[in-house]
């Protein structure tokens, strides 16, 4: 049993390569079925940093259930990077989380 706090499976699924100053996307394959009150957040890994690109934080909550996870990778270098099929980039941390006592829909009662 493992005992780490995240889930490694976000791995890049095909050759990619990220010019200065674009984000792309990248499917994972993967879908979740969260539980209630637990949300999933997409993570860099501290080795992504070696790969010289940057995963923008995802928060996944559980009205995304059964659709694809995607990973949105940045460049911000003035170079291009390469990055190859199953290349690790990200991590999957799970959290429970709580809502506003007084949240109606999307809005927030604001004092």
């Known amino acids: 049993m493992s005992h780490e ?6 791995e890049g699924q095909e050759d990619i390569t990220v010019y200065p100053g674009q984000t792309v996307r990248s499917p994972a394959k993967i879908t979740l079925d ?17 790969k010289r690109v ?3 934080p995802t928060v ?3 009205s995304y259930n059964g659709k694809e996870i ?9 170079y291009p990077v390469s990055l190859k099929r199953g290349d690790y980039l990200a991590q999957i941390v799970l959290m429970p989380y709580y809502t506003f006592a007084n949240e109606t829909g999307t809005q927030m009662n604001r004092a």
């Open 60 to 62: 996944i909550d559980q």
């Open 54 to 56: 940057t995963i923008i």
């Open 70 to 78: 995607s990973i949105f990778v940045s460049n911000f270098n003035t």
């Open 34 to 50: 969260l539980a209630p009150y637990v949300a999933a957040h997409v993570m860099t890994r501290s080795s992504t940093s070696d």
């Open 5 to 10: 706090s995240r889930f490694n499976l976000l």
